[in-house]
């Protein structure tokens, strides 16, 4: 007896029992319509007993596991396309594909799913070339939000995830350098205010807000101006009456 007829003898019996107890597991299942453990289940068994597929009541629960197994992958693979998870879609709808061929409904969806998301990949790839523009420009804000748009439509975009972490430090400093002035603004220090406001517009010159604020305080200066020289003018002109 050759050592290797011998491995295979003593392997055998276990593999045997093993089979066993998973397609009891799996008609388990099978009964509390746990249909893909059931799946599962057979499908180990098989590996481990080939010779289950010439079995007609094997066939026939391994089957009916499978396709129902298949409508709940359908089922889910609808309902992430319908939230715009496509990604999810697709595996899900191949699931039910490989588990059902003669689905032709999961068919169609996952046809669908993979056209949609062939039109997201390149919508995201268009919004991350917009990003790229607005950061060549220092345009922080439109560039943070079309790198956002581009993850958006395509989460396993690396390059716009790279680039949004790149920015949010700049968004960030930005942010805190105009809500600094804008303490200034508050307190009506025009300028201290119009300082700090050119520190922001320094870090992203396309802060729009910031160029408004500016606006509005040489407006306040140009209006202080204004008065101080009328308020003198008037003074003079009562000095000279007293007189």
């Known amino acids: ?8 003898l003593m392997i055998c019996p276990f593999l045997f029992n093993c089979a066993l107890e998973q397609i009891t597991r799996g008609n388990d299942y099978l009964q509390s319509r746990d249909f893909c453990k059931a ?21 026939k629960n391994n089957t009916i596991a499978k396709r129902e197994c298949a409508k709940i992958y359908y089922q889910k693979g609808i309902e992430l396309s ?3 998870s496509l990604i999810e879609a697709i595996d899900a709808l191949n699931k039910s594909v490989e588990l059902d061929a003669n689905n032709a409904n999961a068919r ?14 390149q919508a995201a ?7 790229l523009r607005y950061f060549q420009n220092k345009d922080w804000i439109n560039a943070l939000n079309a790198y956002k748009r581009a993850i958006e439509l395509n989460p ?27 303490l200034c603004f508050v307190k009506k220090q025009w ?13 992203s010159p396309h802060h729009n807000n910031t160029k408004l604020k500016v606006g509005e305080v ?6 202080a101006r204004d008065c101080y020289g009328k308020g003198k003018e008037l003074h003079r002109s009562n000095s000279s009456a007293l007189a």
């Open 1 to 8: 007896m050759s050592k290797k007829f011998y491995i295979l």
């Open 39 to 59: 799946t599962e289940e057979f499908k180990e068994a098989i590996a481990l007993k080939p010779k289950l597929l010439l079995e007609a009541e094997f066939v």
């Open 82 to 84: 319908q939230k715009g």
């Open 108 to 121: 169609e969806a996952l046809d669908i799913a993979k056209k949609n998301k062939s039109q997201n990949d």
């Open 125 to 131: 790839e268009t919004a991350y070339q917009e990003g």
């Open 156 to 182: 396993n975009h690396i390059s716009a995830r790279a680039k949004l972490a790149e920015i949010e430090p700049e968004v960030s400093k930005a942010e805190a350098l105009y809500n600094e002035a804008m």
């Open 191 to 203: 300028d201290e205010a119009l300082q700090g406001f050119d520190k922001v517009l320094s870090t």
């Open 218 to 223: 040489k407006k306040e200066q140009a209006d």
